[in-house]
Every structure is written in structure tokens, then in C-alpha cells.
């Protein structure tokens, strides 16, 4: 066995959620690993930022803005992924949004936005994408979910039902989808370093977070959730899916 089980060298991944934090380190990232880009976001000048970046290592990036809870934009999506590169390898659903209203003063419309983004998002990427995967007879599915799928916070509610209920897809799709020989697996981060939290983990309050819940005294950074994901895109997984690996500096441990 040897390193080329990761390489990635002319795959085709779709990224959700690819123009800020995480999403932009995995898609620059999978980049370097050799893949083009299919790069998924609402907002097009942050996909073109990632995808100069990306051109400027040699591999092709498609920035196509999407709203992934619509299902004709989804499914337009993936058409024009495979108009541009012939086929889909790797769909890394990592779009997502957080909640944090306690039950008792939480609207039903706010409970079905969270779910809609965190579960309808991934569902409807991973149908599109699938079908084009199904003909290929392979593809990798990587699911990013969040420790509170296991880890109960207070007021996160919304939040980690659905990241719970993105694992449970994760596990029954990887049965389904065994004959296909697709691989479906769940990568569950911890507190990362994303411009929506900066601002927080920079406080006062943030710093004592960090300080009494993360044995590792710090935040992830974005690149460091990139091994895991390539692990789970390449052919080193290829007898693994429906697995969860959480990448938390060790925050899981003590709950």
C-alpha cells in the first residue's frame, strides 16, 4: 500500500457551503489533492474568490451559486457539473447553519429553516448527485455533521437534531447505497475557526470556552478537518462507509 490511495489526481468533488470557512480550506484543499471543483454557495463572488484560488493551482473550478434547500436549483446544479466534467466523484455536503433559541421561545418557522438547510440541503445534493454516481457505479458521499449529534448543549435544539439526523441519513444511506458502490460517511468537527465565530472565541466569553471545554486549549483551524475528508473522498476508504469520525481536539471526551 502506498500514499497514492489518497491522491486524488483527476476526480471531480462538489462542495456545498465552499465559499467561507471550512468550506473554502476543504475545497482549496481537495484541490491540492488533485480534484476540479464544483463549488457551491449562495453567494457567487465568494465562489469565484475560492475558485482564483484554486485555477491558480492548476485544477478547474466551477463557482455555481445554489440554494441548496431548492430542489431545481440543486438538480441544475449537478447538470452543469456534469456538462463541465463528464461525471461526479466526490459530493462533500458541508453547508449548514447554526441555532441556538431554547424550545419555549422558538417559532416553528426558525425550527424548519435549521432543518431545511442542515437535512433538505444534504438529502437533495446527495439524490442529484447520487443519480450521477448510481451510473458510474462509484462515488464518495461526505457528510459534515457536528459533535452535537452526540454532545447535548443547552438552547441547540434545532441545531443538533438535525446534525443527529444527518448522521442517522449517513448510516441508512450507506446501506442503500452499497450497490451502487458509493461510500457514505459522516465527519462530526468540534469548534473550528470560522468567520461566523471569530468574533465570539475572540471575547471574553469565548476565551473561557475554549479554556474549560477543549483539552487542546484552541480552536481547530479550517485545514485541519482536511484529512479526514480526504480520507473519506479517496480510495484509502474504500471498504469504509457509514462511519462517523469526529475531529474535535479531544472536546467529545469528557461529555
Not at 58 to 84: H, I
Not at 187 to 214: D, H, W
Request: charged share 20%; glycine share 10%; hydrophobic share 45%.
Amino acid at each position: 500500500m502506498s500514499k497514492e490511495i489518497f491522491d486524488l489526481e483527476g476526480k471531480v468533488a462538489i462542495v456545498t457551503g465552499a465559499g467561507k470557512g471550512i468550506g473554502r480550506a476543504l475545497s482549496i484543499g481537495l484541490a491540492e489533492f488533485g480534484c476540479d471543483l464544483v463549488l457551491v454557495a449562495r453567494t457567487l463572488s465568494d465562489l469565484e474568490s475560492v475558485a482564483a484560488e484554486i485555477e491558480k493551482k492548476g485544477k478547474r473550478a466551477l463557482a455555481c451559486p445554489t440554494d441548496v434547500t431548492n430542489e431545481d436549483q440543486v438538480n441544475d446544479m449537478v447538470k452543469k457539473a456534469v456538462e463541465k466534467f463528464g461525471k461526479i466523484d466526490i459530493l462533500v455536503n458541508n453547508s449548514g447553519i447554526s441555532g441556538d433559541k431554547p424550545v419555549l421561545k422558538m417559532e416553528a418557522s426558525y425550527w424548519d429553516w435549521i432543518m431545511s438547510v442542515n437535512l433538505r440541503g444534504p438529502f437533495l445534493c446527495a439524490k442529484a448527485a447520487g443519480a450521477q454516481m448510481a451510473k458510474q457505479k462509484s462515488g464518495k458521499v461526505v457528510n459534515v455533521s457536528s459533535i452535537t449529534f452526540q454532545m447535548a448543549i443547552p438552547n441547540m435544539t434545532s441545531y443538533s437534531a438535525s446534525k443527529a439526523g444527518l448522521v442517522q441519513f449517513t448510516k441508512v444511506l450507506a446501506l442503500e447505497w452499497v450497490k451502487y458502490n458509493i461510500q457514505v460517511n459522516a465527519v462530526c468537527p468540534g469548534y473550528f475557526r470560522t468567520p461566523m465565530n471569530e468574533a465570539f472565541f475572540s471575547s471574553e466569553a469565548g476565551k473561557k470556552v475554549i479554556e474549560q471545554t477543549l483539552p487542546m486549549k484552541r480552536l481547530g483551524e479550517p485545514e485541519e478537518i482536511l484529512g479526514a475528508v480526504v480520507f473519506f473522498a479517496s480510495k484509502a476508504s474504500d471498504f469504509t462507509t457509514g462511519a462517523v469520525l469526529v475531529v474535535d481536539g479531544g472536546q467529545i471526551l469528557g461529555k
